[in-house]
């Protein structure tokens, strides 16, 4: 009678051959030497990293694993055929059990059991449960609330100053003995955005079905006051499904650009369509493979945003930067061969002596493929550029003026983070014009699309995914640590308040010496990238699954 015992003599009394163990080790090795490769290759660049080790290196050692199994480990056939039947079945009761549900900040894929409904469908129904009539949820007071900003509102992205720096606001740190009160929580539209918040009104942009929404929230409550439609919807394998820019309010109008190019004006306090525009279209340009991320930018009597031309071929021949009058959505003019990307229009007002020589102390910064340029806010005219390219020509964390001379830039992939300068430079004719000048470079400081915040000598951020300490002096890193993933962040007097990429909230001191943690709590599930925002004391949360606030005075 024939063994599996390799030990024992076959019935012919010829031994059985060993298991060959050999090519375990070759298979290990290999893989270990892949991933020891990539992460010399890649260096700093983390994403391209993780890629090559999940969907390479991984698995290729898993399949050369699997030939050693059915070629060359010399066991009997039947046991080998046994084996892969456990590995198709456990192989096949996991994908069964489990569906995928999106990418992380490393581009690593999530999955959520299937016998719990998707958070689509979880707030699926309960828009179908709680859809209100909207006169019926406005009271008097707020109806009669005034639509124009003033002080602990944010009208915009990152604030009223659109730098993620809270003003007039103080924060305490017992929240272990004294936790934050919710005010509510509830499912929202798919979309990656932020809220704009003025009085007790919050707008934000969320995906909800074949339609994108505005959507006007009471802060207090949480009921819906309106909604805007569009027939439009926008959906990556990466980056999920949903708009990614955050409203705009200005003088009683909702400025909105969709993931698709649909730029909305908006009356505030009812939704009504004022005037519309397709910035792609207008740009004659395709969608970026992300859509569009840009939150529109007022100056003056102007709506800028940053559509990008993604098409190399045209690009010098059509608009990429576009300004229209924000009271009838008129072009006023445009700027064209730049490559889109994902950061949005920042004002800058820089008063240094060089700067006030040319006449160029207003400037709309455009981060985007190609690097930065200043435009002249009034006209459009380029005032000066300078080229940051990295392997994808993706930059989305916002340009952080530091003062009245120096602007930082940083990006994701590898690319890391520098510091910039002016001078007066004298061209070949001997013309004198605005030179742009590196005052220091860092690869230790890598925002992929997590802006940072400057206090004092020191800028605060995300270094992909660990927060990180940065000196403006020297360009040198002070600290790194904590790993809160590719969330976002706030500066609150001396202190950041980190929404991280789980979706819980932390406190940590904003100093140059390595800190601790202050407090921490948990404040919605799912992955997360948005802004958080913080308005009179009420911090208001919100990624692709659900939206909360919570009472931090």
């Known amino acids: 009678m024939a063994t599996d015992d390799p030990s024992k003599p076959t019935k012919d009394n010829v031994p059985a051959r060993r298991m060959r163990w050999w090519p375990i080790a070759a298979a290990l090795a290999v893989g270990g030497a892949l991933q020891f490769a990539a992460t010399i290759f890649f260096g700093e660049n983390r994403p391209y990293r993780d890629w090559a080790c999940v969907f390479v290196i991984w698995p290729l050692t898993v399949f050369l694993l699997l030939l050693w199994w059915i070629f060359w480990s010399r066991l009997p056939w039947r046991t080998r055929g046994v084996g892969l039947l456990i590995i198709a079945v456990i192989a096949g009761s996991s994908l069964g059990a489990f569906r995928f549900d999106e990418f992380d900040g490393a581009m690593i894929p999530r999955f959520s059991p299937r016998w719990l409904p998707s958070k689509q469908d979880q707030a699926a129904e309960f828009f179908k449960s709680n859809s209100t009539n909207n006169a019926s949820t406005t009271s008097d007071d707020l109806a009669n609330e005034s ?14 100053n659109r730098d993620d720096v809270v003003i007039g606001e103080s924060l305490r740190t017992d929240w272990d003995a004294s936790p934050p009160k ?3 929580k509830h499912p929202i539209g798919s979309g990656w955005g932020a809220f704009a918040v003025i009085g007790r009104r919050a707008w934000t942009l969320e995906q909800r079905g074949e339609n994108e929404l505005c959507v006007c929230y009471d802060i207090q409550t949480g009921h819906e006051l309106w909604t805007h439609a569009d027939a439009a919807r926008f959906s990556s394998p990466q980056g999920g499904v949903g708009p990614c820019s955050t409203p705009t309010v200005h003088d009683g109008k909702v400025f909105t650009q969709g993931a698709t190019g649909i730029l909305n004006c908006l009356d505030a306090a009812t939704g009504l369509r004022v005037w519309t525009r397709n910035t792609l279209e207008d740009a004659s340009s395709p969608n970026l493979e992300w859509g569009q991320c840009g939150s529109p930018l007022i100056v003056d009597d102007l709506v800028i945003v940053n559509p990008g031309n993604n098409d190399e071929a045209s690009r010098r021949n059509h608009s990429s930067v576009i300004a229209y009058r924000h009271e009838t959505g008129e072009k006023a003019w445009a700027v064209q061969g730049r490559q889109g990307s994902y950061s949005s229009p920042h004002i800058a007002t820089l008063r240094g002596e060089v700067l006030r020589e040319f006449r160029s102390e207003s400037q709309v910064l455009i981060f985007d493929g190609l690097g930065i340029v200043a435009l002249r806010p009034e006209t459009g005219e380029p005032l000066w550029s300078f080229t940051w390219v990295n392997t994808p020509q993706v930059n989305s964390a916002q340009p952080l003026v530091i003062d009245e001379n120096l602007v930082l830039i940083g ?8 510091l910039l300068g002016f001078l007066a430079a004298v061209d070949e004719t001997g013309g004198r014009h605005l030179g742009v000048v ?7 400081f890598k925002l992929k699309f997590n802006s940072a915040v400057r206090r004092g000598e020191y800028v605060f951020g995300l270094d992909e995914g660990m927060l ?4 403006l002096m020297s360009g040198k890193r002070s600290w790194k640590q904590g790993r809160y993933g590719y969330g976002q962040l706030l500066l609150i007097e001396d202190k950041l308040l980190i929404l991280s990429e789980e979706g819980d909230i932390v406190l940590v001191p904003a100093t140059p010496e390595t800190p601790r943690e202050l407090a921490r709590f948990h404040a919605i599930d799912g992955k997360t990238w948005n802004h958080p925002v913080l308005s009179r004391g009420r911090l208001l949360v919100r990624n692709s699954d659900e939206a909360a606030c919570f009472d931090l005075r």
């Open 147 to 160: 639509l124009v900003p003033t002080e602990g509102d944010w009208p915009a992205f990152r604030g009223p």
């Open 182 to 184: 919710q005010l509510w």
């Open 411 to 418: 990006s994701g992939y590898g690319k890391g983070s520098v």
């Open 438 to 444: 590196e005052r220091w470079q860092s690869a230790q």
């Open 468 to 471: 990180t300490c940065l000196s």
